[in-house]
């Protein structure tokens, strides 16, 4: 039976152990939200619960409706759909969860449709907090459709905890895949069949935790061993099907300061995440300048993502800027050989010249099928979400649909837009149906306050 109680999974969630990977003492850290202290009145809240699926217009998308819980900050949501009908929302709460006077700040929740969004579990607890939980990601096993997965940061960012559900979300157990000394940062999870891979930034180097049973035990490689890819933040990976696995990264040659160069590359494994080669794609200017809405380095600065069709095609979406400090804007480019060689880079946003671009999202199906995803103040200083799809793996494209729909009550949200993303990336997945799915993050500024927002459609 699904429980509605935020602590209704903890009896259930078994804490195994994998062996221990000791990584050198980080010096500096990524842009950081204020983790803050549970709040009395967030704790307290009753029914503060966001379970509303307004009907998808026909044809297009649903108006957004808000995910997780409605008391404290929701921020940087992950969404994965698998071949039954689930979806699963999985996101940091910050500052409290009701009904959980001992949960830190923040702390993973999890929400769940059993019907492709028409109707959502109430938010949940998906494994112990420990000191807190950061940086969600949630995937399906495109091999079996049903096998999910999900990883995020614990225990002051010190372990990559990777969970695995066999049951449509019901239960989960979970595994420490690699625990250090010091804080990593941006875990990106891929899987295909047994294979688990996790890849994330720790003291300036680039790391990829690799599991071949399923998630149940890890290895652990350096991917920048032999190379100075500077300071490296994941922003996406697929295992193909042919087994290869790859991440993307944004390296900054300036560590922790966001005022050089940025490398956009693509990490390539053929041996299962044992030895890596690195293919630079592109490169950025320095990121532009948000500390008005009192963002952390490099908020705005450049993005890669990736994402993968069954027919063994990839696709990387990317933000990068060629003047320092300027705006940016999303590019689009393909691989039909592996990763080896990708195709020009192809701007994908009809926004005007010098509208600010970030947060590039994607995903794939079968072949040629691939959604992309960005937000943008082509209006001035709102934002918003908008959305293309491709049948021809990004010959041409549809026209642009906006996601971002008004709703009323909400001091971050204006008829124009919203006044500023909340979070650092988002993501969209695609349904056994065709359907897409997406979750993303909407605010005042970088701090507080904001909150998820959800809508499916084609």
Known sequence: MRSSHANALLSSVAVLSAAAVLLAPATERRKGKVHGQPRADVVAAQGAIGTDAPPVRAPGFAPQARRGFTAGDQWEPAIAADAHGTVYVLYPQYFGVPGCPSCPSPTMILQVSHDRGDTWSAPRLIAPPGSGQFDAQVAVDPVDGRTAYAAWLQDNKSDIAVARSTDLGDTWSVVVANSTNAATDKPILAVRGPHVYVGFNHSQKVWVASSHDGGQTFSNAVVNANANLGWSLAGGGVVDPSGTVHFAWAGYRKNGQAKGPVNLYVSRSTDGGATWTNRLLDVSASPPDCSAYQCGWAYLGAQLTLAGDEAGALYALWNM??????????????????????????????????????????????????????????????????????????????????????????????????????????????????????????????????????????
Not at 357 to 369: E, K, L, N, V, Y
Not at 402 to 411: A, H, I, K, M, Y
Not at 419 to 445: I, K, Q, S
């Open 321 to 458: 800027g060629t003047v320092d400090g300027g705006p940016e804007r999303i590019y689009f480019a393909r691989s039909t050989d592996g990763g080896v060689n990708w195709s020009a880079k192809a701007d994908v946003s009809s926004a005007p010249a010098g509208s600010a671009h970030a947060f590039p999202a994607i995903a794939a199906a079968s072949a040629g099928d691939v959604r992309i995803a960005w937000m943008d103040a082509r209006g001035g200083t709102l934002w918003n979400t908008y959305y293309r799809s491709s049948t021809n793996g990004g010959a041409s494209w549809s026209p642009e649909t906006d996601l971002s729909t008004f709703v009323p009550g909400f001091s971050y949200i204006q008829a124009g837009g919203f006044g500023y993303p909340f979070g650092d990336y988002f993501e969209l997945d695609v349904d056994d149906r065709g359907d897409t799915h997406a979750v993303w993050g909407e605010g005042l500024n970088y701090q507080t306050p904001g909150s998820i927002w959800y809508t499916r459609g084609r």
